[in-house]
């Protein structure tokens, strides 16, 4: 079973929706969570860190959820633009490894 | 501006070949890591270096070394280059373990014929 799960997709919305996604971690001692964006054959690109109380950033917002061990992320009023593969990665802390594991990636299409 | 850059970009080369793909970062950043990209898999590590000297195994390491000789640089070399190794390889830099974001570089499209 891989440490870090997403469902891959595609999540295929029209413009102006409301999509989420979820990313389960099985290391209960990971510390570290973030989102990052990966545009077709490109590399992937840092699109927020999820802290502990939840966060926003525009349009975005990435929850985290200990006692599950998952994290979220919400796109409102979703654009063109936001079509990519969203990454969600995770970290252990002080003690642990620091290696960044990776999930598979969950697709997004959005359509006009 | 401090960046991070691949090279080559693209390689065709056979199996059993010797093959070395660069990473070089101008952030002076200790923390390096390559991974490996491939369909149904997502970004798998294959080595990482906390520092001169220092390097480590990461999930998918055998048939890949690495060295680092100083804090720009972190080449990873496939031995006897195999067709299973055919992949898209991504270098990465960031400054702090923890919290610190990843920088990536355009990535190496590696073809093993």
């Known amino acids: 079973r891989k440490e870090v799960e997403q469902d891959p997709g595609p999540f295929n919305v029209p413009e102006g929706a409301t999509v989420a996604f979820n990313c389960t971690y099985s290391?209960?001692?990971?510390?570290?969570f973030f989102w990052y964006r990966q545009d077709c054959r490109k590399e992937p690109k840092l699109l927020m860190s999820v802290y502990s109380s939840g966060n926003e950033d525009g349009r975005f917002t990435a929850q985290l959820n200990r006692a599950s061990q998952y994290i979220s992320l919400l796109i409102r009023d979703s654009k063109l633009s936001d079509s990519a593969t969203y990454l969600c990665?995770?970290?252990?802390?002080?003690?642990?490894?620091?290696?960044?594991?990776f999930g598979r990636g969950t697709s997004l299409i959005v359509h006009p | 501006d401090a960046e991070i850059t691949q090279s080559p970009r693209h390689k065709i080369t056979e199996t059993g070949r010797q093959v070395t793909l660069a990473c070089h970062q101008t952030w002076n950043h200790n923390n390096m890591f390559w991974y490996r990209q491939d369909l149904g898999h997502g970004l798998r590590l294959i080595h990482y270096s906390y520092g001169v000297h220092d390097t480590n195994k990461g999930e998918v390491s055998d048939g890949y070394s690495v060295s680092r000789s100083n804090t720009e640089d972190l080449p990873l070399t496939l031995e006897s280059a195999a067709s299973s190794q055919t992949s898209v390889y991504f270098c990465a830099s960031s400054a702090n373990r923890g919290t610190g974001e990843l920088f990536f570089g355009e990535g190496s499209r590696l073809t093993v014929l």
């Open positions: 290391n209960s001692a990971s510390q570290s």
């Open positions: 990665v995770v970290k252990e802390g002080p003690g642990g490894s620091y290696i960044p594991t």
